[in-house]
């Protein structure tokens, strides 16, 4: 299938690529070995906000162009912002797909196209050196501008999701995660998964898919990313290059409020699997919130840091109740997820979910100690440089900065924020946020007789790979 050798073109160009860059990083020391990279910003001539960092040390650049045009954009057509980024490399232009593929694959250009709840992003790493970075460049451009959305590639991507959405079913970590979200988020377009349903994908129309790009791939919508071996003025050519096949457009819409839960649900859907997946979530926190960092930091030593945060000590290592066990801030534009996650046996779910929600009330009450601050600290911030240590690193740092308008200080200012966090400020910051009693909790294995029966608890049952 066309889907599998463009895959598999683009795997043997990242391999290419990286082959070729392993010999140049032996001579030359990574970008940005300081924390604190320079971001240069402009606007271009159609509205596309850039942001640059110039990192001359390979001649490579990365390219992260996003739009406000993820799945919360979808309206009652759930999976048309991601089908309208699947579509993207499939033809452009005078090519098809394969025709794609081989111009990238000849060049050792990697590309690729993404879509969440807030937005799509096209991405590009290519080297500098000419004519492939004329070609990676050229293609990037018409691939955005002049997607064909050709019926017969249509069809082929349509199945594909079909297929992944089927296999998806047989998941009961992803059945319980789709639920999770529509729990949590109600009517809020985050309800919704970006992949869209079997019966939504089935009923997209071409039309609808040219439509979505017409008003949403255009240039006042648009934040672009580069990070590689130009000056200013490179950056600049780049961009203009990149986006000038875009109108100028309208920035897409603010997204509605997303309400708080009111009353705690219970969901149990009844799942032939050995395991049960056990979530807990509600509405957390939006980029550039003002309690970013005592909410980040808390949850780091609550859930987030592996082995050694709380919830994993107290339901693996003290009870051997589940292998693996987290918790996350997933920020948005909108406040997101809020998560707790696990996994166990089907005959412990029930302790295991009253120990994951007895220790996130205890943590609420208590607070972190000065001992767990302390580590978690020195965890985030010796951490830090080597998350901000490559190219494609910095690259996605500033497609967030730009896209969530967050400060140009906010790598600079990172390590500083954190270390000036205090444990009260965790404590309050969690008791304000994180509301234990109004917990959307959704499990999904074969159901025990007391989860069967339990009072306010609604009872789904799922047939593997029908529902």
């Given at each position: 299938?066309?889907?599998?050798?463009?895959?598999?073109?683009?795997?043997?160009?990242?391999?290419?690529?990286?082959?070729?860059?392993?010999?140049?990083?032996?001579?030359?020391?990574?970008?940005?070995?300081?924390?604190?990279?320079?971001?240069?910003?402009?606007?271009?001539?159609?509205?596309?906000?850039?942001?640059?960092?110039?990192?001359?040390?390979?001649?490579?650049?990365?390219?992260?162009?996003?739009?406000?045009?993820?799945?919360?954009?979808?309206?009652?057509?759930?999976?048309?912002?991601?089908?309208?980024?699947?579509?993207?490399?499939?033809?452009?232009?005078?090519?098809?797909?394969?025709?794609?593929?081989?111009?990238?694959?000849?060049?050792?250009?990697?590309?690729?196209?993404?879509?969440?709840?807030?937005?799509?992003?096209?991405?590009?790493?290519?080297?500098?050196?000419?004519?492939?970075?004329?070609?990676?460049?050229?293609?990037?451009?018409?691939?955005?501008?002049?997607?064909?959305?050709?019926?017969?590639?249509?069809?082929?991507?349509?199945?594909?999701?079909?297929?992944?959405?089927?296999?998806?079913?047989?998941?009961?970590?992803?059945?319980?995660?789709?639920?999770?979200?529509?729990?949590?988020?109600?009517?809020?377009?985050?309800?919704?998964?970006?992949?869209?349903?079997?019966?939504?994908?089935?009923?997209?129309?071409?039309?609808?898919?040219?439509?979505?790009?017409?008003?949403?791939?255009?240039?006042?919508?648009?934040?672009?990313?580069?990070?590689?071996?130009?000056?200013?003025?490179?950056?600049?050519?780049?961009?203009?290059?990149?986006?000038?096949?875009?109108?100028?457009?309208?920035?897409?819409?603010?997204?509605?409020?997303?309400?708080?839960?009111?009353?705690?649900?219970?969901?149990?859907?009844?799942?032939?699997?050995?395991?049960?997946?056990?979530?807990?979530?509600?509405?957390?926190?939006?980029?550039?919130?003002?309690?970013?960092?005592?909410?980040?930091?808390?949850?780091?030593?609550?859930?987030?840091?592996?082995?050694?945060?709380?919830?994993?000590?107290?339901?693996?290592?003290?009870?051997?109740?589940?292998?693996?066990?987290?918790?996350?801030?997933l920020p948005l534009a909108q406040p997101g997820l809020f998560v707790m996650s696990l996994q166990t046996r089907n005959d412990q779910a029930e302790q295991a979910r009253s120990v994951m929600l007895d220790t996130l009330k205890r943590f609420i009450d208590q607070g972190p100690t000065e001992e767990?601050?302390?580590?978690?600290?020195?965890?985030?911030?010796?951490?830090?440089?080597?998350?901000?240590?490559?190219?494609?690193?910095?690259?996605?740092?500033?497609?967030?900065?730009?896209?969530?308008?967050?400060?140009?200080?906010?790598?600079?200012?990172?390590?500083?924020?954190?270390?000036?966090?205090?444990?009260?400020?965790?404590?309050?910051?969690?008791?304000?946020?994180?509301?234990?009693?109004?917990?959307?909790?959704?499990?999904?294995?074969?159901?025990?007789?007391?989860?069967?029966?339990?009072?306010?608890?609604?009872?789904?049952?799922?047939?593997?790979?029908?529902?």
């Amino acid at each position: 299938m066309c889907v599998e050798r463009q895959s598999d073109r683009i795997d043997r160009a990242a391999r290419r690529l990286t082959a070729w860059l392993a010999g140049t990083l032996l001579f030359a020391s990574p970008l940005l070995v300081q924390a604190t990279p320079e971001i240069q910003t402009w606007n271009t001539d159609n509205g596309t906000r850039v942001l640059f960092v110039a990192a001359p040390e390979i001649p490579m650049v990365d390219v992260r162009l996003v739009f406000a045009a993820g799945s919360a954009r979808d309206g009652e057509r759930s999976g048309l912002a991601s089908m309208t980024a699947a579509m993207l490399s499939e033809g452009a232009g005078d090519w098809n797909a394969d025709a794609i593929a081989d111009r990238l694959d000849g060049v050792g250009a990697v590309l690729s196209a993404d879509v969440d709840r807030d937005m799509a992003t096209v991405a590009l790493r290519t080297l500098t050196r000419r004519p492939a970075f004329d070609t990676a460049v050229d293609t990037f451009a018409t691939l955005i501008a002049h997607p064909s959305f050709a019926p017969d590639e249509l069809e082929r991507v349509r199945q594909n999701r079909l297929i992944a959405l089927r296999q998806e079913d047989e998941s009961p970590r992803s059945v319980a995660q789709k639920a999770l979200y529509r729990a949590v988020f109600g009517a809020h377009p985050y309800a919704a998964d970006p992949s869209g349903t079997p019966e939504s994908i089935a009923d997209l129309k071409r039309a609808e898919l040219i439509d979505f790009h017409a008003r949403h791939y255009v240039g006042s919508n648009a934040v672009l990313a580069i990070v590689g071996d130009l000056d200013r003025s490179g950056a600049e050519a780049l961009a203009k290059r990149l986006v000038a096949g875009l109108p100028s457009g309208e920035p897409a819409a603010s997204l509605p409020a997303v309400p708080e839960l009111t009353d705690a649900i219970l969901k149990s859907i009844d799942f032939p699997s050995s395991q049960t997946t056990v979530l807990a979530g509600q509405p957390g926190m939006r980029r550039g919130d003002p309690d970013y960092f005592a909410l980040h930091v808390g949850n780091h030593i609550l859930g987030g840091s592996g082995l050694v945060s709380i919830l994993m000590d107290e339901i693996r290592e003290k009870r051997g109740l589940s292998y693996s066990t987290y918790s996350a801030f997933l920020p948005l534009a909108q406040p997101g997820l809020f998560v707790m996650s696990l996994q166990t046996r089907n005959d412990q779910a029930e302790q295991a979910r009253s120990v994951m929600l007895d220790t996130l009330k205890r943590f609420i009450d208590q607070g972190p100690t000065e001992e767990e601050l302390t580590a978690a600290k020195k965890n985030i911030t010796g951490g830090f440089p080597l998350k901000i240590a490559s190219n494609s690193n910095i690259v996605q740092y500033l497609a967030v900065i730009g896209f969530y308008d967050l400060p140009l200080d906010y790598l600079d200012r990172f390590r500083e924020r954190i270390e000036s966090v205090t444990a009260e400020q965790i404590r309050d910051a969690f008791v304000r946020r994180v509301h234990p009693e109004r917990l959307a909790i959704v499990t999904a294995g074969a159901a025990s007789a007391e989860a069967k029966s339990g009072s306010g608890t609604e009872q789904v049952s799922v047939a593997r790979g029908t529902h």
